[in-house]
């Protein structure tokens, strides 16, 4: 059975700069809190006539750029996403239709935070299994129209930002590539993170009680989720390196979603590594959740932080719980 290659990766992030400076001046916050407790320093938000579809356009160009394909040549198109541009159809058939691809498969994936690697986990078991030759894989957010920048909402707006990444999978025609996947979820936490409407859980699923009560917008208990993310982290990293025989040694970078500076040194700290080895620029974007890892890891393959040979480790947490890990052979 082939091996699944990431052969190309592109990321966009919205023009428009929030800086903790800017949110100080909406809301009881401060610089040095959100540093401190978070690591970010400033995030991304997309105007008002952008939705998720539109960022996962720019990243898909600039991954089917490096991996030397073109519209025509994709064969798959997955979306990972909480924030799709509609409620339905996904925000897949979006990028199906404003990059004129042909009429091939193309659905999205609502795993949150993890929905990138969920993502890689299907697009691999895809060209394993002969069926795909070319697809696209996108995680992108536009999850800032679902903030509130107040004092009571400060906990979730001043952590989220908007985003896109994307990679080209492809059939490998060497020993690299995705070299294993693992997916986890818990969904007794199910409310630790999450919007409650608009659901089929509400007859009608949107009503004003509905709005005047918030129940539209995200509600999250951070410190469960923080306490999870440091054990879940380790765990499925240190899975990806058992499934493989790898040691923390043999691995030049692990790229953890983007969740909170705090956690990926904690995380660090639990593995016994250097954050030197820990990927980081949530102080740029703040927690793009589905976009997380694809701009990370878009952003470390351009610094050089590893190259063709090196062994890179994806690491997810998030709502539902989710988490999940992907190990690759570059
Ligand atoms: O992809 C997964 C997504 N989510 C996460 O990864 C989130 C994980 N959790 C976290 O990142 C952290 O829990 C937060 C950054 C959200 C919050 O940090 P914390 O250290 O858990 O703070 P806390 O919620 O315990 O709040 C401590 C204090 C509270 O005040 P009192 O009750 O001690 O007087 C909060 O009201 O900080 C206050 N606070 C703030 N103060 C200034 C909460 N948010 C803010 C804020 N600015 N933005």
Same mark, same amino acid.
């Given at each position: 059975?082939? #091996?699944?290659?990431?052969?190309?990766?592109?990321?966009?992030? +919205?023009?428009?700069?929030?800086?903790?400076?800017?949110?100080?001046?909406?809301?009881?916050?401060?610089?040095? %809190?959100?540093?401190?407790?978070?690591?970010?320093?400033?995030? #991304?938000?997309?105007?008002?006539?952008?939705? =998720?579809?539109?960022?996962?356009? &720019?990243?898909?160009?600039?991954?089917?750029?490096?991996?030397?394909?073109?519209?025509?040549?994709?064969?798959?198109?997955?979306?990972?996403?909480?924030?799709?541009?509609? !409620?339905? $159809?996904?925000?897949?058939?979006?990028?199906?239709? @404003?990059?004129?691809?042909?009429?091939?498969?193309?659905?999205?994936? *609502?795993?949150?935070?993890?929905?990138?690697? !969920?993502?890689?986990? &299907?697009?691999?078991?895809?060209?394993?299994?002969?069926?795909?030759?070319?697809?696209?894989?996108?995680?992108?957010?536009?999850?800032?129209?679902?903030? @509130?920048?107040?004092?009571?909402?400060?906990?979730?707006?001043?952590?989220?930002?908007?985003?896109?990444?994307?990679?080209?999978?492809? +059939?490998?025609?060497?020993?690299?590539?995705?070299?294993?996947?693992?997916?986890?979820?818990?969904?007794?936490?199910?409310?630790?993170? %999450?919007?409650?409407?608009?659901?089929?859980?509400?007859?009608?699923?949107?009503?004003?009680?509905?709005?005047?009560?918030?129940?539209?917008? $995200?509600?999250?208990?951070? @410190?469960?989720?923080?306490?999870?993310?440091?054990?879940?982290? $380790?765990?499925?990293?240190?899975?990806?390196?058992?499934?493989?025989?790898?040691?923390?040694?043999?691995?030049?970078?692990?790229?953890?979603?983007?969740?909170?500076?705090?956690?990926?040194?904690?995380?660090?700290? #639990?593995?016994?590594?250097?954050?030197?080895?820990?990927?980081?620029? &949530?102080? @740029?974007?703040?927690?793009?959740?589905?976009?997380?890892? $694809?701009? =990370?890891?878009?952003?470390?393959?351009?610094?050089? #932080?590893?190259?063709?040979?090196?062994?890179?480790?994806?690491?997810?947490?998030?709502?539902?719980?989710?988490?999940?890990?992907? =190990?690759? *052979? %570059?």
């Amino acid at each position: 059975m082939k #091996r699944a290659k990431i052969t190309g990766i592109g990321h966009y992030v +919205p023009e428009h700069v929030v800086t903790n400076a800017d949110l100080e001046k909406l809301m009881d916050t401060t610089d040095e %809190w959100i540093i401190n407790r978070t690591g970010i320093k400033e995030r #991304r938000h997309a105007d008002n006539k952008t939705g =998720a579809s539109d960022l996962g356009v &720019i990243a898909s160009e600039n991954a089917m750029k490096m991996a030397g394909v073109k519209p025509e040549d994709i064969d798959l198109i997955i979306f990972a996403t909480v924030s799709s541009d509609y !409620y339905f $159809p996904g925000a897949a058939v979006l990028i199906q239709k @404003k990059m004129s691809m042909k009429n091939i498969g193309a659905f999205d994936v *609502r795993a949150a935070c993890s929905g990138f690697v !969920y993502g890689l986990s &299907i697009a691999d078991q895809f060209i394993r299994a002969g069926m795909n030759e070319n697809i696209l894989l996108i995680g992108a957010e536009v999850q800032t129209v679902a903030l @509130k920048f107040d004092t009571e909402h400060r906990d979730l707006s001043i952590l989220f930002g908007d985003g896109a990444g994307a990679v080209i999978v492809q +059939p490998s025609n060497n020993s690299s590539g995705i070299l294993s996947t693992h997916l986890h979820s818990q969904g007794e936490h199910a409310k630790s993170l %999450w919007m409650p409407a608009p659901g089929s859980h509400f007859h009608p699923w949107i009503s004003h009680e509905i709005i005047d009560n918030e129940l539209h917008l $995200p509600v999250m208990n951070g @410190k469960e989720v923080f306490k999870h993310a440091i054990v879940r982290f $380790p765990e499925v990293i240190q899975e990806a390196l058992d499934t493989n025989n790898l040691s923390l040694e043999d691995v030049a970078l692990i790229i953890p979603h983007q969740a909170n500076y705090r956690i990926s040194q904690a995380v660090a700290r #639990r593995m016994g590594i250097g954050m030197d080895k820990m990927y980081s620029n &949530i102080h @740029k974007y703040g927690n793009t959740t589905a976009a997380s890892i $694809p701009i =990370a890891m878009s952003e470390a393959y351009a610094e050089g #932080r590893f190259s063709e040979g090196d062994y890179v480790i994806l690491a997810a947490f998030g709502s539902g719980f989710t988490w999940a890990s992907a =190990a690759i *052979r %570059w």
